[in-house]
């Protein structure tokens, strides 16, 4: 049986002013429903990059510029990890600022992209029979989302919904939820998956940016060939020798397996939309599918 769910979330406050990312309301009728959208898996490091023009976020924005026959946004981030499968149901999604020791002007952004309520139901149809909880009014859009549409949807124009990740479940079946939500990609909604491959907090080195360790490197290679050749296959990159130092926890890591089972479900692979390593233990490499 489906069931709405009710989240709490403590939420900063800080008395700032508020940035706006504009919302430019697009006529969706004027696209064609009938095109393959493209899917990505973004690799969003720091919070920071939403405030900032470099290397990763030009590439978000290139990313962004082939979604022009995208009707809405479903988003996979790595920062609604919970007990269970759900999805947002709200005609106005709030920006979560879920992150601490960052300045006032990073708290102060806004993505005011509107909900989907219709979009969250054809998600839970299209998952069935997997139990999937409409969340009608306590997420929204945490960082792990509006950090990199910042870039890759700068005019919030597009209705977005977010899909958690359920934290109960096995590689293998968060690999079956991407194959599942493939069929959403030909009825206008891009899949936009957000973590990284390497993600290691504790082991970060403020003095080596733009680069990686060699565990790190090693592993992001390892990924990518998988990505690149044999998505389905990405179960593999568990026995990988550097996965306990890549992985030390799932969340930032499955939002690939998600990119890994759309591409197996289209029976294609994905392409390189930008490589490297940051702070030594930080993956910033992005994907993209476009069959």
Known sequence: ??????????????????????????????RNP???????????????????????TTAWNEFGASLDEATAILAISAHWYIGITAVTAMDHPRTIHDFSGFPDELFAVEYPAPGDPQLARSVMATLDPIDVGLDTDSW?????????????RPQADLPVVQLSIHSGLPLDEHLAIGRALAPLRDQG????????????????????PGQGSD???DFDHAAS????????????LLDHPAF????????????LVYLAGLADAAETTASTLIEGCDLGSLSMTSY???D
Do not use: Y
């Not at 406050?13 to 940035?19: E, F, H, L, R, S």
């Open 225 to 236: 060939e998988l990505l690149r050749t044999r998505p389905a296959e990405i179960a593999e």
């Open 288 to 290: 993209r599918i476009d």
């Open 1 to 30: 049986m489906h069931r709405v769910v009710t989240f709490i979330v403590v939420k900063d406050t800080v008395d700032t002013d508020i940035i706006v990312v504009s919302f430019i309301p697009r006529d969706r009728a004027e």
């Open 189 to 208: 909604v891009a899949i936009i998956c957000s973590g990284n491959v390497v993600h290691n907090l504790g082991r970060v080195e403020w003095g080596r």
């Open 34 to 56: 009938m095109s393959t959208i493209p899917a990505a898996f973004i690799g969003h490091g720091n919070p920071m990059n939403a405030l900032e023009t470099n290397q990763w």
């Open 244 to 255: 306990s130092l890549a992985v030390p926890t799932a969340e930032h890591f499955l939002p």
């Open 215 to 217: 565990w790190a490197e």
């Open 140 to 152: 929204g859009l945490d960082h792990g989302t509006w950090s990199i549409l910042a870039h890759v």
